[in-house]
């Protein structure tokens, strides 16, 4: 509810002793330009990962397809064996990336 304008009271604290800002609210306690550079901090760091994923997703996606290639055009063992080797490792990457497996530094 909105407090009466004709209000004499003219504390300058509240009743849990935080003062009164001068636009008639309360102070929140902490510094609005510090969670500034937190929040935008934290913006910039999810818009990374994002990036970052994506980029290592494609990644993933474009070892998977040379690989795929070389399985189907494949005239040799030493090729089958080596787009084999592609996909599986495309996948891998695929995978880690979206932290469905761990990565290999955690498996060492």
């Known amino acids: 509810m909105v407090p009466d304008a004709s209000d004499d009271s003219h ?4 009743d849990d002793g935080r003062p009164r800002r001068s636009d008639g609210g309360v102070d929140p306690g ?3 330009d510090t969670l500034y550079r937190v929040v935008r901090a934290a913006i910039k ?7 970052g994923t994506l980029l290592l997703l494609g990644v993933a996606l474009v070892i998977v397809a040379i690989g795929g290639q070389l399985l189907l055009a494949a005239m040799s063992e030493v090729a089958i064996v080596l787009g084999a080797l592609l996909v599986l490792f495309g996948l891998y990457i ?4 979206l932290e469905l497996i761990p990565p ?3 498996w060492l």
Request: net charge negative; glycine share 4%.
């Open 11 to 14: 504390d300058q604290s509240t």
């Open 30 to 32: 902490f510094d609005p």
């Open 45 to 51: 760091d999810a818009l990374l990962d994002v990036i």
């Open 94 to 97: 695929g995978a880690a990336t």
């Open 104 to 106: 290999l530094r955690e």
